[in-house]
């Protein structure tokens, strides 16, 4: 099977602060993600686990490095285009799901597909629905679901536009022991029935040691970079 490189990250860097107190949160991170890999990202606070997560989606700018998205360089774009981008090849998932209260579930799902003028495939939509287990609840609003219908309307809305990459700061934090195993449980469905790509922040022993490769940071680097499976 040939292998197609979705992501390529080069010398990426971040200082935030200036002199005696810059902070180096990332120090030349360098490597390379293929299509449908599920990535863990492990490594203690501080050691610069988020801040390559918000790198990679677009959300925070290196201060020196680039990624490449699909061979797009990311941080050559302009701002307009950049979200355009981020909105159409990056699925983000956060703890605290940052759903819009005062729209249903499928709205929320459907949010990026709107924002950019698009209509919702309706077989996809369908079909994302059903395998999250929200068929019932379409017309809920955020406050009327549990936290783990919560999170599975920030996977829907993640999945929607089908991205290039979907990346997950820890995903499971907010969540008892049951939800997140039915959380980790449907991303790594879709991870392996659409080969989407996935990256995970993570603490959690136990997701990481489900993912394909398992990459540990410390003080701003990748001390370790190892496939659990292929």
């Not at 983000?92 to 209509?119: A, C």
């Not at 980790?184 to 080969?195: A, V």
Request: glycine share 8%.
């Amino acid at each position: 099977m040939i292998k197609i490189e979705i992501l390529r990250v080069e010398n990426l860097s971040k200082i935030y602060g200036k002199g005696d107190t810059a902070v180096n949160a990332l120090d030349c991170v360098s490597f390379s993600v293929t299509k449908g890999e599920f990535i863990a990202v492990v490594g203690p606070s501080g050691s610069g686990k988020s801040t390559l997560l918000h790198i990679l989606g677009g959300v925070d700018k290196p201060t020196q490095g680039r990624v490449f998205i699909e061979d797009t360089d990311i941080y050559a774009l302009d701002e307009t285009k950049l979200a355009i981008f981020r909105r159409r090849q990056i699925g983000l998932i956060y703890q605290f799901y940052n759903l819009i209260p005062v729209l249903s579930v499928k709205e929320n799902i459907t949010l990026p597909l709107l924002l950019d003028g698009r209509k919702p495939d309706r077989d996809q939509l369908e079909r994302i629905i059903s395998t999250l287990g929200l068929s019932d609840r379409l017309d809920y609003l955020p406050n009327q679901l549990s936290g783990g219908q919560q999170q599975r309307v920030s996977i829907g809305r993640a999945l929607i536009g089908n991205p290039a990459l979907m990346l997950a700061d820890e995903p499971t934090g907010n969540l008892d022991s049951k939800n997140s195993a039915e959380i980790i449980e449907l991303l790594k469905l879709f991870n392996k029935k659409l080969k989407q790509t996935l990256i995970v922040i993570t603490h959690d022993e136990r997701i990481a040691l489900q993912a394909d490769r398992v990459m540990t940071m410390e003080d701003g680097k990748i001390t370790k970079d190892e496939v659990i499976r292929s």
